[in-house]
């Protein structure tokens, strides 16, 4: 017999292409977070700067939040592939 291939219903493609958007959009706002700071951190050192501790605060807590909203989107897939 041919091995048969089971097709993932639309609800559950549909939730893998949102978690993979859903996580390329936390990557970025982490690194735009980042890069903010860093700048800051720059001017601290070669000019003047107003703000380098909010701003590391912000890209730590930004951080932090898109690894655990990635990991809690991840689980949903996962979950409802297993549903599926």
Known sequence: MADEVKEEPLKVIALDKIAALITAAFGLVAALAWNEAIKAIFKEIFGTAEAIGPLLIYAIVVTVAAVILT?????AVVNAKKNA
């Not at 990991?71 to 689980?75: E, F, K």
């Open 71 to 75: 990991i809690l989107v991840a689980r």
